[in-house]
């Protein structure tokens, strides 16, 4: 959901108005899920709901909306087969909502406060009214327009922030969720490889932390969601990451990767440990981790080799993508399920 903050950056540094489309309900199949968004201004797009003719559709009515006096919010649904001739055969709801030049709402800086300290939040939206509501909820505070019934709205946005599984939509009220499922991916390794997989896994949210004990191996440019650490210290570098974090290991050297593996081990709460290599490679490595003392549980929480079965190409590009699917699959998984469920 974050993503969507950056464009709407944007257009206030541009000082242009602009309409925020967000897919607010779906019934069956739909190009995009609930929270997507698509920003549209008079001459500017950013984002998408899923393209094709009802993404057409949408930036159409935005711009009527821009050019008139309109109340600044409403909600249009659309049955994708009858309306729009559609294959997908669902039904798709869309909140417009107008915003004029720099004039970014207190629920939105409360939302980009929320991001910036990597805290949990809800957003609720009134999506039926002609005048947008929004309310944003953390652990500790309340920011925006408090909703009708507004203890019960409270109520339910704490449990999402304690739970993570509240409905997406309920009545007339949008809860998204964003920030519970930190996306953090430790990378060790900035050969080839690792170059390769920056260039796929920065086109998604979340934050990546990369080292090298080598400074000239980095490219000049890093990319925004991208830290770059620069040491030898295994570690320390182990000790520094996040809980639940998502590791890859992949240094120029097997004994480096060996002792990344067993720290992490040790470390136990992490959501993924990968090791790019053969199966030889990990038979190797898991004869010389039991003489150290780890178990054969543990050693089953190792991933290696990475990647998702049925691409065999070794160039970099193409392990990249396979890595990058793998972390896909396995963090939209432990999204979908409760703190308890997920492994620690």
Known sequence: MTDWLEHFAAFERWAEPVVVVTVARVEGSAPREVGARILIGLDRIRGTIGGGTLEYKAIASARDMLASDDPP???????????????????????????????????????????????????VSAIEAPTARHLVVTAT???????????????????????????????????????????????????????ALISVLNRVSGRIT?????????????????????????????????????????????????????????????????????????????????????SDKELRRLTCPIGIGGITGKSPTAIAISVAAELLQLHELR??????????
């Open 210 to 294: 990369w080292i090298d004990g080598r400074p000239d191996q980095f490219p000049e440019e890093i990319p925004g969601n991208v830290t770059k650490m620069i040491t030898n210290d295994a570690e320390t570098a182990v000790d520094e990451a996040p809980t639940g974090a998502y590791y890859l290991i992949m240094t120029h050297s097997h004994a480096i990767d060996l002792e990344l593996v067993e720290a992490v081990l040790r470390r136990g709460d992490f959501a993924y440990l990968g090791l790019i290599g053969s199966a030889t490679k990990r038979t190797r490595f898991e004869r010389r981790l039991r003489s150290r003392g780890i």
């Open 73 to 123: 919010a409403r909600l249009k649904s659309t049955p994708l087969g009858p309306a729009l001739g559609q294959c997908c055969g669902g039904n798709v709801a869309l909140h417009f909502e107008r915003f004029k030049p720099r004039a970014a709402p207190s629920w939105i800086k409360a939302l980009r406060a929320a991001q910036a300290a990597g805290q949990p939040a809800v957003l």
């Open 141 to 195: 505070t309340e920011t925006g327009e408090l909703m009708p019934a507004g203890k019960a709205v409270l109520r339910r946005a704490r449990e999402c922030l304690a739970g993570g599984n509240l409905p997406a939509a309920k009545g007339r009220l949008l809860y998204e969720l964003t920030g519970q499922h930190p996306w953090h991916i430790v990378l060790f390794g900035a050969g080839h490889v690792g170059r």
């Open 335 to 344: 999204a979908a399920v409760s703190p308890a469920e997920r492994i620690a």
